[in-house]
T-cell receptor, first 114, second 116 residues
Framework: DAKTTQPPSMDCAEGRAANLPCNHS???????VYWYRQIHSQGPQYIIH???NNETNEMASLIITEDRKSSTLILPHATLRDTAVYYC???????????????FGQGTELSVKP | DAGVTQSPTHLIKTRGQQVTLRCSPK?????VSWYQQALGQGPQFIFQ???????QRGNFPDRFSGHQFPNYSSELNVNALLLGDSALYLC???????????????FGDGTRLSIL
């Protein structure tokens, strides 16, 4: 079973920031938080990941709370092409015996509207 | 720099047949994982290959098997196909370890398998 909880759907106006929440209250100290998105008929696309600190890349920002029990993915200026299902996943690092596998939940369906 | 490539893109088989799906990882990647995605569901982990060995396996029967070659490419084999095996099969590749930071998996666009 997935170890994360996400709202099933969200709307966002084009050009505005999209803030996607994720709860992972049972996360262990060694588990990373990963975000992927999937546009219909394509494979999941990696967005960003982090362990404790906030992270930013060219696609998004990841804000992880100090207790690590929740996180928020921020798309700073959403476009229509950001309409997709967004998955928040926690996983052990690849180097661990049971690490590396991604357990997907139902994700959040983000609709960006004009 | 090519990403993860999978072949074929679409495949139609009948019940009881066997199928082989292929995956070429992103350049420089050494670990390959396979996932099954049924319609309307999130992907489910099948297994992971590293150093030509199956390192982890999800909750899938022995009908599902795989292989990793010395060039890191991989195959997924499914025997005795069932109607319920109809799904999108995704391959993901990654580096096993790099400079102390966990490395993300990158996915291909999958093989759509239909069982009649």
């Amino acid at each position: 079973d997935a170890k994360t909880t996400q709202p099933p759907s969200m709307d966002c106006a084009e050009g505005r920031a999209a803030n996607l929440p994720c709860n992972h209250s049972t996360i262990s100290g060694n588990e990373y938080v990963y975000w992927y998105r999937q546009i219909h008929s394509q494979g999941p696309q990696y967005i960003i990941h982090g362990l404790k600190n906030n992270e930013t890349n060219e696609m998004a920002s990841l804000i992880i709370t100090e207790d690590r029990k929740s996180s928020t993915l921020i798309l700073p200026h959403a476009t229509l092409r950001d309409t997709a299902v967004y998955y928040c996943i926690v996983r052990l690092p690849m180097i661990y015996n049971q690490g590396g596998k991604l357990i997907f939940g139902q994700g959040t369906e983000l609709s960006v509207k004009p | 720099d090519a990403g993860v490539t999978q072949s074929p893109t679409h495949l139609i088989k009948t019940r009881g047949q066997q199928v082989t799906l292929r995956c070429s990882p992103k350049s420089g990647h050494d670990t390959v994982s396979w996932y099954q995605q049924a319609l309307g569901q999130g992907p489910q982990f099948i297994f992971q290959y590293y150093e030509e060995e199956e390192r982890q396996r999800g909750n899938f029967p022995d009908r599902f098997s795989g292989h990793q070659f010395p060039n890191y490419s991989s195959e997924l084999n499914v025997n005795a196909l069932l109607l319920g095996d109809s799904a999108l099969y995704l391959c993901a590749s990654s580096l096993h370890y790099f400079r102390g930071k966990d490395q993300p998996q990158h996915f291909g666009d999958g093989t759509r398998l239909s069982i009649l």
